[in-house]
Structure formats: C-alpha cells, structure tokens
C-alpha cells in the first residue's frame, strides 16, 4: 500500500486544504467552522449518504463520539443550512490544488504507469456535461439560454480524466467550468473552456508525457494548436460534416492509392467481425493554405455474416499513423467512447447527488459542491488502486453493489475510531483473508 495515499494523508491534504479557505464573515456568528462545513459536505459524498451528518450529529448526543469527526475530522457537525452559509461565497478555484497533489503522488508512486498506453503516454480525455438545469433555480454564476420567453438556466462543466483502454478506473482532474456567453455558439464556450484548462494545467500535464481525447467539436484548428503549443499529443474525433476539406483531400488521396487500408477478422465468440482500418497522414485539417496537418484515421467495423456496418469513427492526431501503429491509436481513441458508454463518466456515475440537501445556493455553492463531489470520486478511485483492504472489499462487494450500503448502515449504528478500523471491521465480518501489509 502506498502510505501517502492512504485515506488518512487523502483526508490531511483535503484539511490542509480547507485550512486555507478564507473567512467572509464579518460578525461574531462563527460557532462552525469553514473548514467544518467543507470536511462535512464532503464526507457526505464521499460515503454517497444525505443523511451521514445528521446520522453522526445523533450519534453524538447518544454516545458522545461520531464517525464525523473520527473519519473526516469535522470538530462540530454543521447543519445543511449552515454547510450551505458557509460555502456558498467560496470560489470552487481554492479546492483545486488537490487534483495536481494527488495527481503528482501518484506519478511518483507509480501508479500511473498501469495507465500508459501508446508510445509510453498516458490518455486525458476532455468532455463537457452539463450538471445541472432548471427553469426556476439560478445563481450568480449559471448559464442561460433563452427560447421565446423561456429562460433555462444550467452549468456544464469539462472534467478531464486520466483513462486506460480496458480499465474501469479514472482518475479525475482539475474541472473547468464551462462558461456560456450571449451570442457565442455552445460549441466555442467548450472550447474556450478547454483552452483555458490547457493554459492553466498544460504545463504539469504534459510533463506527465500525455494524449488528450476529445470529442468532434475539439478536433477544430485553433484548439489543435494550443494543445500542441502545450506539448500535449491529441487524438480527436474527426467528423466528414465538419471537417469537408479534409475529407476531400482524403477522397482525392483514395483515388490516387494513396489512403492504406488493410482488414483483420476478429473472433467474437459466436460470430465474426471484420475491423478495416484505413489512414492516411499530413491532410490539412481546413481550407487555406495556414491549414494545420493532422494524420487521419478511421476505424469500421462489419459483420462477417451481414456485412453490415456496426460501427464506424474516425480520428485526427498527431502522432504518426503506420499499419503498426494504427490499432493502437485507435484503441486509444475509443477509449473515450468506451468510458463513456461503460458508465464511468464522473459525472454520471450512480449514487453521487450533487445538491440534494445543500440546495443550489445564490453564489458558487453549486460549483464548489461539484468540486468536492470530484474529489470523493477521485478518492475513491486511488483507495481502489492503492489501498489493499479498500480493493479488497471493493472487489467482494462491488457486484452486489453492496459497499456503500454497508458503509452507509455501518457508520450509522456503530463507531469507528478510523478508516482502517473500519475496512479491518468489514474485512473481518465478511471473512475474508486480510491483505498482506507490505509497508
Ligand atoms: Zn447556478
């Protein structure tokens, strides 16, 4: 087990971290503290429970101890409404250095080694979701789009995430959030947002030696520059209706001989499919002679049987595109496809409620409770790659979707004087064979 990622040094740097939220109030009603309010809504999300604080908060008058306070160290349990006071008025921004912490402490641990994948980099896919929408509920910093006399106001936000073909775990990254200004098409505000993500983080990323995936609206020149001026390699999905010129010249290049192409018959267990891949490198991404060039590939995949067509996507990136590299760029490509469709999108994952007792607040509240609720996720993901105990009954409980029950039942009635009492707790009830601590 990686000592500096234990649930214990996770929790001291995220306290560390609250330690420097800076007070806004003014008058003497400073019973609870900030940093209580931030350590409360995040144990919330952490254990996927709205009712863990009122759970520990009787806890606490019966017994005189609570799982609060022994888990998260929140001194004195705050109450929704007081949570919602206290946070509303801090920007999401003063949580984010944990993301770059953990991140580091994971390359140096090596655990994202497992997530290197073509030519040695590791893949950051960049997707946009939209987190929230109402007719009736805003604050200062929503969106809104107006159709006739309606007005829907919503926040939709990039949360770019280290991935791996045929890994289930993501790791979450800094988000940012995705700004919607009048007159500006939805599309340019996802650039916009992203290109201010790589302006921001590009630096530490990249050094991490990495591939950024994305979506068709990304594969557009400005944004393909800015990442390659960040030193980051990109494999984007690149869409004939949005790309005609490069599309021409690939058509033009076809009838000349010049795309290879070559098929493979893949087994399936009960049928056969045939994968054809075709590519073809230094195409311009878009008319006029600045246009940049980008390696092109596509991917289609057909029935043995049928012939018929099941699948189909093609790519722009930058790296070289050859008959031995083409299946791996693409499987690199698909990852963000399969990510998403596996249900491991952040933002989507069951069981993670952004505002359900803390209400949407007038300020940033929505914004730093999606904040913290990434980082419950991230911290579950690396206890699930670093700590033995938490993988171990992860792996038990995980198809019987049984973990956060438990945990939401155990914490209720019975206290824990720490993390590890309460994973040696399960481990033992459950019967099972304790890991070997190797530290
Ligand atoms: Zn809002």
Redesign the pocket.
């Known amino acids: 087990m990686t000592k500096r990622l234990s649930f214990f040094n996770l929790v001291d740097l995220l306290q560390n971290q609250f330690d420097r939220l800076p007070e806004h109030r003014t008058g003497k009603n400073t019973t609870y503290l900030i940093r209580d309010a931030a350590l409360g809504a995040f144990s919330v999300f952490f254990m996927q429970s709205p009712s863990f604080l009122a759970y520990q908060e009787m806890m606490q008058c019966n017994a005189g101890h609570n799982n609060a306070t022994s888990l998260f160290g929140v001194e004195t349990i705050p109450s929704d409404n007081q949570i919602r006071n206290l946070l509303d008025p801090l920007e999401p921004g003063y949580l984010f250095g944990v993301f770059g912490q953990v991140s580091a402490l994971l390359e140096e641990s090596g655990e994202l080694q497992a997530y290197r994948t073509y030519r040695d980099n590791l893949l950051i896919i960049l997707d946009g979701t939209q987190y929230?929408s109402s007719k009736e509920i805003?604050?200062a910093?929503?969106s809104h789009r107006t159709h006739g006399d309606e007005t829907t106001?919503f926040?939709a936000v990039i949360t770019p995430v280290i991935a791996a073909p045929g890994n289930s775990r993501v790791i979450a990254l800094e988000p940012e959030f995705i700004i919607a200004q009048d007159g500006h098409e939805k599309q340019d505000c996802e650039r916009a947002a992203a290109k201010r993500w790589l302006e921001q983080y590009g630096t530490r990323y990249a050094a991490f030696k990495a591939t950024l995936l994305g979506d068709d609206l990304f594969c557009n020149q400005p944004l393909c520059e800015s990442v390659l001026a960040q030193k980051f390699n990109f494999i984007f999905v690149c869409k004939p209706d949005s790309h005609p010129e490069l599309y021409q010249m690939v058509a033009f290049l076809e009838a000349h001989g010049l795309v290879e192409q070559f098929s493979e018959r893949v087994w399936k267990g009960k049928y056969a499919e045939i994968f054809t891949y075709r590519f073809v490198n230094q195409v311009p991404l878009r008319a006029g002679a600045d246009a940049l060039k980008v390696n092109w590939c596509e991917l289609s995949i057909q029935r043995e049987t049928t012939g018929k067509i099941t699948y189909r996507n093609a790519w722009a990136t930058h790296h070289e595109v050859t008959r031995t590299a083409v299946k791996a760029i693409v499987q690199a490509g698909r990852t963000r496809w399969k990510v998403e469709n596996e249900n491991n999108n952040v933002l989507k994952t069951k069981g993670y409620h952004f505002e359900h007792n803390f209400g949407?607040g007038t300020q940033h509240l929505?914004t730093f409770l999606l904040t913290l609720n990434l980082l419950a996720f991230l911290f579950h993901t690396v206890l699930d790659l670093t700590d033995a105990k938490y993988k171990l009954l992860r792996d038990k409980l995980r198809a019987r979707k049984t973990f956060f029950d438990d945990l939401r039942a155990l914490t209720r009635y019975l206290y824990y004087e720490s993390w590890e009492h309460l994973m040696d707790f399960m481990i033992a009830n459950l019967k099972l064979t304790p890991p070997i601590d190797s530290s």
């Open positions: 929230f805003h604050c910093n929503c106001y926040h949407h929505a």
